[in-house]
C-alpha cells in the first residue's frame, strides 16, 4: 500500500514543483530580466544565468505548494474512485493510509530545508552580484553607501525603569571594500566628554584593533555643549568597535542570508539597539524554520481533505489548492506584520499559520476516521 500511494503522489508532486516554480520564476523574475535586456542592453546569457540563479528559491516556494496539490489530487482520485473505501473495508484505519503522506511529506520538508539554508540563499545573492556586475561593469563591484550605525545604552532611572540614549552615532558615504569615505562619528560613550569626528576616510587596523582616520578633525564638546577643542589631524587611530564595518561586508537581503548568517546579523542589530530591526530579524529567522514544516502541514492538510469522499476532478483539486495556498501565505503575512509590530512573539509570528493549519488538518482527519 505504501508503494503504492508513494507512486501515485509522486507524479502530482513533480507536475506541481514544475508548474508552481515556473509561474513564480516567470512573474518576479523574467518580466525584469527582459526589461533590463531592452532597456539596460544586459547581455542574454547574463540573464540566462540570473535566472537560473533565481530559480532555486521559487523551488523552495514551491515544494509545499507541491505537497498539498499531490496530496489533495492523489487521495481526491482514491477516494472518487472508492479505493480508500475499499482500503478501509481491508481493516486499513484512515490514519494508516494518511501516515505515508505524512513521511513522505517529512522527507520533502528536509529537502525544502537543505535548499533554504545550502544552495537558495548563495544563489540569491550570487544573482544579485552577477545583475549588479553587468549593468554596473564600471563600477567596484562590493560598494556599500549611506552605512549609518547607531548604538544605545540603558540608564537605569530613579523609579526603577530604564532609559535608552545615544552612545555612539557612525555614518559613511560609502564603502569600497577597504576604506570607508566620508565619516561622521558621534561619540558619547565616554561620561563627562562627547567628541565629534569628521574625516576624509578610514580603514580597520586589524593587528591592532583599532580605526585609522585619515585627514580629519576632532571636534570636543563639553557635557553643557560648550566649545573644549579641536584637534586636526592627518592620520589618527581611535578605539571604536568594528560593528559598522560588519554590517557593511554582511549587508545582505534577508532572502540572501541562511540561518547561521542571519544570527551573526542579529548579533550585529543587537549591539546596535535598533529595536524594530531586531525583531524583523527576528521574525525572519524563525520563518526560515518554520517554512520547510509547512510541507507536512500541507501534507496532512491535503491528504485528510482527499479522504473526504467525494466526486472531485484534478481541476476541482487544483483550485481548492490555490485557495488553501492563498489564505496560508495571507495569514503568513500577517501574523508576520505582527510579529514585527511587537503584537506577537517572533516565535508565534512565524509560526502561527503551520499551528492553525496543522489543527484544521487533524479535525479533519478525525472527522474522517469517525465517518
Aim: proline fraction near 4%; charged fraction near 15%; include cysteine.
Amino acid at each position: 500500500m505504501d508503494r503504492y500511494l508513494t507512486n501515485e503522489l509522486v507524479a502530482p508532486f513533480l507536475f506541481g514543483v514544475g508548474a508552481f516554480s515556473s509561474l513564480g520564476v516567470t512573474i518576479d523574475a523574467v518580466f525584469d530580466l527582459v526589461r533590463r535586456i531592452v532597456e539596460s542592453g544586459l547581455p542574454i546569457n547574463i540573464a540566462i544565468q540570473v535566472f537560473l540563479l533565481k530559480l532555486p528559491n521559487f523551488i523552495v516556494l514551491a515544494f509545499p505548494m507541491s505537497t498539498l496539490l499531490a496530496t489533495l489530487m492523489t487521495y481526491s482520485r482514491l477516494s472518487s474512485e472508492s479505493e480508500l473505501i475499499a482500503l478501509r473495508g481491508c481493516g486499513v484505519s484512515v490514519y494508516r493510509m494518511v501516515l505515508t503522506a505524512v513521511m513522505l511529506s517529512l522527507v520533502v520538508t528536509g529537502m525544502t530545508f537543505v535548499f533554504n539554508e545550502q544552495i537558495a540563499p548563495a544563489a540569491n545573492y550570487q544573482a544579485t552580484l552577477t545583475l549588479q556586475q553587468a549593468l554596473k561593469s564600471d563600477k567596484p563591484t562590493f560598494k556599500q553607501e549611506n552605512i549609518f550605525y547607531p548604538e544605545y545604552r540603558d540608564i537605569p532611572q530613579p523609579d526603577g525603569s530604564k532609559s535608552r540614549i545615544l552612545t555612539r552615532l557612525f555614518y559613511a558615504d560609502q564603502f569600497d571594500g577597504k576604506r570607508m569615505k566620508g565619516l561622521t562619528i558621534i561619540d558619547r560613550s565616554t561620561e563627562g566628554l562627547n567628541q565629534i569626528v569628521v574625516s576624509e576616510s578610514a580603514q580597520w587596523n586589524a593587528s591592532q584593533n583599532v580605526w585609522d582616520f585619515y585627514n580629519g578633525t576632532v571636534y570636543l564638546v563639553a557635557p553643557d555643549r560648550s566649545y573644549r577643542n579641536i584637534l586636526r589631524f592627518e592620520h589618527q587611530q581611535l578605539q571604536l568597535p568594528r560593528t559598522p564595518l560588519n554590517l557593511a561586508e554582511k549587508s545582505r537581503d534577508y532572502g540572501e542570508m541562511n540561518i547561521t548568517e542571519s544570527l551573526e546579523q542579529l548579533a550585529v542589530e543587537r549591539i546596535g539597539g535598533d529595536r524594530q530591526k531586531i525583531r524583523k530579524l527576528q521574525v525572519r529567522i524563525q520563518q526560515k524554520i518554520s517554512l520547510p514544516f509547512v510541507c507536512v502541514v500541507f501534507g496532512l492538510v491535503g491528504a485528510a481533505m482527499g479522504s473526504i469522499p467525494q466526486r472531485t476532478g484534478r481541476g476541482t483539486s487544483f483550485a481548492v489548492s490555490v485557495i488553501v495556498i492563498f489564505t496560508y501565505y495571507l495569514i503568513f503575512f500577517i501574523s508576520g506584520a505582527m510579529g514585527q509590530a511587537g503584537i506577537l512573539s517572533p516565535f508565534m509570528g512565524a509560526w502561527l499559520p503551520n499551528f492553525l493549519f496543522l489543527a484544521i488538518g487533524v479535525f479533519l482527519l478525525m472527522r474522517v476516521a469517525q465517518r
